[in-house]
């Protein structure tokens, strides 16, 4: 992976730019997905898709049918990679996204047979013949009727839903730094604009879920970076500052060097980051579940 180095030739990026991503953008490129992905799979809950699996295997027992699950918002296809093996059974997915090239990229390299669907999921109308919907990186792009969307078609379907990786807006960077403050501010309100639910995505999920008739179950899923992470802790803080200056031009005289703090301190080893995540999973109450 070649980074592109933002330079400040007057036209070019600005030096804080993002290089794999567009802040705040719904458009993931694979570069970006790809960095991400060792540490999306150290975040997941493992307890939650434990108890997914035994929920399965108390349902259909040793079935000869593949379980169907549905990745919405698939991506590169992380979900699968990381949620297939483990529950240890036949399997077939559906990777849906809008994005044609990453629908087709998580089927074609998902460990389990996989089939992609290109389109919008707001224009899905039914999942009958669905066991599982997930989803990991995807709420917070969504506003609240999407999500109320999701969860009528979950429950229509009676298929159990495993949502994983939601912005929370919980971020500690140590060292601390007299920027975190009105950063954290412009950024979580940048996830907020045209009504997307950013931060409050796992809350209002939860509650649309239950509304629904499902148990839902919260877990804490973080990322925790550090030295190791290098690479990745410098594009996240570079999209988190791009998109901040977006929201809040008034942090723009001052990203440059706040940056350059911060890489200076991961440089070092001395860089440590937690970005909270939440992941979800809604069981269907009344046992009329697939
Ligand atoms: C942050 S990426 C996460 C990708 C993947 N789930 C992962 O964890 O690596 C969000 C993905 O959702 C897709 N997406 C966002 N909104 C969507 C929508 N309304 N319908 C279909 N796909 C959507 C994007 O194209 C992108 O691939």
Redesign the pocket.
Known sequence: MVLPVPSDVPGAPAPWAARLSEPGS???SPDW?ALR?PA?HAARSGELAARLASRLGARLGAGPDPVVLRD?????G??GRWLAPRLARRQHWFT????AE?AHRAARTSPVPATAVVG???DLTDLAGTDVVV????LD?LDAADVEHLAALCAGAGATALLT?TVTGDVTVDPADPLDAPVAAAFDAHQRREGRLGPDAADVTADAFTRHGFAVTRRPSPWRLGAGDAALVEEWLRGRLDAACAQDPSLTPHAATHLQRRLDALAAGRLHAQVGHADLLALPRDGGDR
């Open positions: 719904p458009v993931c997905l992905e999306d919405l918002g698939c991506g590169a992380s979900m849906h996204d809008r994005d990453l919008d999921l707001t989803c990991s990186a995807l792009l990786l």
